[in-house]
DNA sequence: GCCATACCGTGGTCTTACCAGTTGGCCCCC
DNA sequence: GGGGGCCAACTGGTAAGACCACGGTATGGC
């Protein structure tokens, strides 16, 4: 599999050219040698040091940037950021522009991570937690006939349920994953009215999962949680059929 | 706030070089003037025609791979890929790389990807997902002894469950996330010896989550699994507290 | 008719030069 | 002596032209 190996081995690993300069520099901010808040030296003298040119360094910086891991800035030379959920916003964009069927597939990663959220927050909640998700209910409840207040208000929920599980990357994983899920949702705004029987019962679910999560028992939460969601889903589809000759649109407020 | 407009314009909007060149691409892929499958004209041409050098142009579309927008392929030309949720692997290794004590974290994630991943693996799993999963198994049990060897086998067990319910987002934030621990595995293998006992649990453990999946039974499969990593973080803390006098270090091959 | 080779088009890279913002120091003027 | 403006030396941003490496295709010999 070994390609007849070059006799000009420019200095490490088989990649050359971007690949080289990307791998390089990955590592070093995944290693933590190259940390958030740093400045990389010039762009001429680290091509030199990586044994390539300026324009492929700078592609492989602009990719880098491109991800969010560091910042171009003219004339202040290229600093490490420390990436946040931001930059999603530029790829969901792509990813929603052509395939709206991916909201599926992305809610069972919702899922899995709210799931997990619920059963360390039953270890992990405080008061602090409680008191919020209950001021969220009472928004819920205030918010029931609005449909975009009301979804903001549902969102809200989640995102706290969530919150109390009082870890980064779970946080992390789930802010991109339900930005994903916002933006779906604003973008099929043809709203389906919300059923007044489904309203009261929107209400009732959230409250079984927060009195859920204050027994702390984890298998509890974790399966009343799913219902939750499955009840949601099958509203969803039902919905789907209903509207199905207009559009394939679900409405928001659902979860 | 617009600058002091340049007498050279150009020609289209305000923006210049780079910026120019990806806001063009940006807006001819929403749009769907160019769809996925398309294949691109060529940099040189394709420079020429937006006014700008054929390095900045493969700076822009370098950002758009990045993107999983494009796919540059030498020698072929630059297609348009229908983007999927790969990116995010990419982007969750830097974003959850610099959360400082990754591991105990990180694996909360892992857990909660992959007891969503069985659970839809129940519902999705065909025939060969199994075959596969039994030759994992019988892997695991042939390379018990060896510890690289078995942690890899122990690796793609998992990794074939998460395969097993066939959700790219769910297998791509699997992957990001079992990166980052194969990571921290490597970065601290002063090995601690995995006790006799220990080993033949391991084989056990994992057939009894194949069964369980076997079995499609979701609540099973799920707990069998989440038994599965409890015990193996039980005996990581054994592990560390045993070794607890050269370095807060957990062995590899636990799970 | 088949296979090997040369050709052509593609991305991949290098080189060199110059343009454009930022910064900081130096000098001149007040 | 102090303050403000100018200039120089950074930094990234862009341009042009050449060449290399890879893939497919066409064309030649066999």
Do not use: W
Not at 95 to 123: H, K, P
Request: glycine share 4%; proline share 3%.
């Amino acid at each position: 599999m070994e390609e007849t190996l070059r006799i000009t081995r420019p200095d490490e690993a088989g990649a050359k050219g971007f690949d080289k300069v990307f791998a390089f520099l990955r590592e070093q901010l995944l290693n933590g040698t190259i940390r958030p808040g740093d400045r990389l030296i010039a762009e001429r003298e680290l091509a030199v040091q990586l044994g390539v040119s300026r324009p492929v360094l700078r592609e492989a910086l602009r990719a880098l940037a491109m991800l969010g891991v560091v910042e171009i800035r003219q004339g202040m030379g290229t600093v490490v950021r420390r990436p946040d959920v931001s930059v999603l916003g530029e790829f969901f964009t792509f990813v929603l522009a052509q395939q709206s069927d991916i909201t599926d597939d992305v809610m069972q990663a919702r899922i899995a991570i709210e799931c997990q959220a619920v059963r360390l927050a039953c270890q992990r909640a405080m008061e602090s937690d409680f008191t919020r998700l209950r001021e969220a209910l009472a928004r819920i409840e205030a918010t029931i006939d609005e449909p975009v207040a009301g979804g903001l208000a549902d969102f809200a929920f989640h995102q706290l349920l969530v919150e109390a599980a009082h870890s980064a990357t779970l946080r992390s994983v789930y802010s991109a994953i339900s930005d994903l899920l916002t933006r779906s949702h604003i973008a099929r705004r043809e709203v389906v009215r919300v059923s007044p029987e489904m309203r009261a019962h929107l209400v009732e679910d959230h409250r079984r999962i927060y009195i859920a999560l204050l027994s702390r028992d984890e298998r509890q939460v974790d399966e009343t949680l799913r219902e939750h969601f499955a009840i949601g889903h099958e509203f969803r589809l039902r919905n789907a059929m209903e509207a199905a000759r207009r559009a394939p649109a679900p409405q928001e407020n659902t979860e």
